[in-house]
């Protein structure tokens, strides 16, 4: 199920259904290596930690089989690639999703908003012991969104040039 160039590049014809966790309970952290700014982060997505996410992504492969199984896509679909017609019971189906899931890269929250101490940002989205620098991107937002995050980064990013706009 989830998407693999290897093995597209080896099915030409194939069709995907890539399921994911929109919305997951699992937290990860980003943090500073060291005091040099141009050192990489250390970055932990702490991808499925959460119970409910595994068991969502499970059901979610469960369901992708439910619509290629539909009368509607019998004369296309001939087989199942992967996770393969050989992994049908839910443990095993746990262990595919945790050896292959990935992310659909739309990272958000790591810079908290708010006024308490964990916050990074300000609601001006300043960031907080810093003067003249403010946050405007998905780490701000407190949730990923539903769909894509794009247009909810510009609404940031919007909303950041109006708060600017307002002090000058």
């Given amino acids: 199920m989830p998407f693999d160039i290897i093995i597209g590049q080896q099915n030409p014809n194939a069709v995907s259904i890539l399921p994911g966790v929109v919305r997951p309970t699992s937290r990860g952290w980003v943090r500073l290596a060291s005091a040099d700014p141009l050192a990489k982060p250390l970055v932990n997505p702490n991808y499925l930690s959460t119970e409910e996410d595994t068991q969502r992504l499970?059901?979610?492969?469960?369901?992708?089989?439910?619509?290629?199984?539909?009368?509607?896509?019998?004369?296309?679909?001939?087989?199942?690639?992967?996770?393969?017609?050989?992994?049908?019971?839910?443990?095993?189906?746990?262990?595919?999703?945790?050896?292959?899931?990935?992310?659909?890269?739309?990272?958000?929250?790591?810079?908290?908003?708010?006024?308490?101490?964990?916050?990074?940002?300000?609601?001006?989205?300043?960031?907080?012991?810093?003067?003249?620098?403010?946050?405007?991107?998905?780490?701000?937002?407190?949730?990923?969104?539903?769909?894509?995050?794009?247009?909810g980064i510009l609404m940031v990013a919007e909303k950041c040039a109006d708060l600017i706009k307002a002090e000058r």
Wanted: proline share 5%; net charge negative; with cysteine.
């Fill in 58 to 151: 499970v059901d979610a492969v469960k369901r992708s089989r439910e619509i290629f199984a539909a009368r509607a896509f019998a004369e296309w679909v001939t087989g199942e690639v992967l996770p393969g017609p050989g992994v049908s019971s839910d443990a095993q189906l746990r262990e595919f999703v945790r050896q292959r899931a990935d992310s659909y890269h739309h990272q958000a929250g790591s810079c908290k908003m708010g006024v308490d101490d964990l916050a990074v940002v300000d609601p001006g989205l300043r960031v907080h012991g810093l003067q003249g620098l403010r946050v405007a991107d998905a780490s701000v937002m407190p949730a990923v969104p539903s769909g894509n995050c794009h247009a």
